[in-house]
């Protein structure tokens, strides 16, 4: 597994990033022995950066990963945590905390969940509207300075954000979606990031697995976000997308690869200050996306895929209205 450095300020990772959401939340049941086996085939296979958010199955996800990690030594992992979504015990959505008390009360038990003493990389998961991003950031800085986080990073910001965010606290690290079917962040956010020093740690590198080539009308179901509220995955808008997928499946054939290591290696081929994060839930899964490692994606071939897949060809925004009106990365 080759390594990069996450931007100017971060700690140097693995090329690929494991996504943990999925195994606690959002996507249906999930296997727990499946999910630590994964987990551990991922450490053994050298991916060193783990995602996860303390909200993800309400510390569910956080406890899994300390269970993963039992006999493995802590610093050959770098683990990310996203803070501040609230949640109801019904799982419901009920908007984000990061006021600087809100932050040290997070950590606190996000600490306990991890069985660590440390967070490597700690990141609002959303800029809380109430609360200036200076201030969020100078908590986290404190609690830097007092080592119980090593790095600070960002989430679904805009360059503006990034911009002021920065000038507080070296920033490690942008988490955003981006993917061959989801490349807002080319206008403004990512110019802007790399000017900082900032790198960029991206999610939705299969659309949700809409891109992975394994999606179909069958799958889905009542638990199951993505059926439920994700636009591109309902109706016609689901059609159009996989109609799409499929011309992917053609280029794909051609090269001798997967339609998910096509669309991973697009993104992995954008920059070594982009660190693309799969979020594989079984080891097939992720053996399939470690395909990816040694996988050079020529300029014809980024050429041919562009050409199929040209900016704004997916039918449907990525997140629905309600969701989007949270994201200060689509603010302009």
């Not at 199955?57 to 992992?77: C, F, K, S, T, W």
């Not at 803070?83 to 040290?104: E, H, T």
């Not at 809380?128 to 404190?142: H, L, N, Q, S, Y």
């Amino acid at each position: 597994m080759h390594t990069t450095g996450l931007g100017q300020h971060g700690p140097r990772v693995s090329r690929l990033g494991l996504g943990c959401m999925g195994m606690s939340d959002l996507y249906g049941p999930a296997d727990r022995d499946e999910s630590i086996a994964t987990l551990r085939a991922a450490l053994d296979a050298g991916i060193t950066l783990l995602d996860t958010g303390d909200f993800y199955g309400m510390g569910h996800n956080e406890m899994l990963i300390r269970d993963a990690l039992v006999g493995r030594p802590r610093e050959n992992v770098q683990i990310s945590v996203k803070f501040g979504a609230l949640r109801g015990p019904d799982g419901s959505w009920n908007g984000y905390d990061c006021r600087p008390k809100a932050v040290r009360n997070f950590v606190a038990y996000t600490l306990k969940r991890l069985g660590t003493d440390y967070i490597d990389i700690y990141r609002p998961a959303r800029l809380d509207p109430d609360v200036p991003i200076e201030e969020t950031v100078g908590a986290i800085a404190d609690l830097v300075k007092a080592g119980y986080v090593r790095h600070i990073g960002l989430s679904e910001v805009g360059a503006d954000t990034l911009q002021r965010a920065s000038s507080v606290h070296p920033i490690s690290d942008l988490q955003i979606e981006y993917s061959i079917i989801s490349r807002g962040i080319e206008a403004a956010i990512l110019p802007t990031a790399r000017r900082l020093g900032i790198g960029i740690t991206a999610y939705g590198v299969l659309s949700r697995g809409l891109i992975s080539g394994h999606w179909s009308r069958a799958r889905g179901g009542d638990k199951d976000f993505r059926s439920l509220a994700s636009p591109r995955f309902q109706g016609d808008n689901l059609d159009a997308n996989l109609a799409l997928v499929e011309r992917m499946r053609a280029l794909a054939q051609d090269l001798d690869v997967t339609v998910a290591q096509l669309a991973i290696a697009w993104v992995a081929a954008q920059g070594a200050d982009v660190v693309p994060l799969v979020g594989a839930r079984s080891r097939d899964r992720l053996q399939e996306a470690l395909g990816v490692a040694d996988l050079v994606l020529k300029p014809e071939d980024l050429a041919r895929l562009e050409a199929i897949v040209p900016p704004n060809a997916a039918a449907g925004e990525r997140y629905n209205a309600a969701q989007m009106a949270h994201l200060d990365s689509e603010m302009g």
